[in-house]
């Protein structure tokens, strides 16, 4: 069974940084490619960033510039390094993945930015 761990959100001040991580089991990780959503109450879930399994990164424009997201095949984790928060970024951060056809979601970390 695939397994997505999310973890590192917070409560951080506009300006601040938080580095979330995702730790994944059951699937031979390096040959998936992963992505982080986020998601605010009342609106769809958002592709924030992917990495592709040969670590080519892509972002939403309102991220760009300030999110990195990377990989470790060793340790079966993906990481989102969230830099210059602001308070649109706001909202429940979820790993995600793809496997056998379906999508594979972890249960979310919360990232609250304050003005």
């Known amino acids: 069974q695939v397994h997505l761990v999310e973890s590192g959100g917070g409560l951080v001040d506009a300006g601040e940084s938080l580095r979330l991580s995702c730790r994944v089991s059951?699937?031979?990780?390096?040959?998936?490619?992963m992505n982080w959503y986020r998601q605010t109450p009342g609106m769809q879930r958002e592709l924030v960033a992917g990495?592709?399994?040969?670590?080519?990164?892509n972002y939403v424009d309102s991220v760009k510039d300030r999110f990195t997201i990377s990989r470790d095949n060793v340790r079966a984790a993906v990481y989102l390094q969230m830099n210059s928060l602001r308070p649109n970024d706001t909202a429940t951060y979820y790993c995600?993945?793809?496997?056998?056809?379906?999508?594979?979601w972890g249960r979310g970390t919360q990232v609250t930015v304050s003005s």
């Open positions: 995600n993945t793809h496997y056998k056809g379906n999508q594979v």
């Open positions: 990495i592709s399994s040969d670590s080519v990164a």
């Open positions: 059951g699937i031979n990780f390096r040959l998936h490619p």
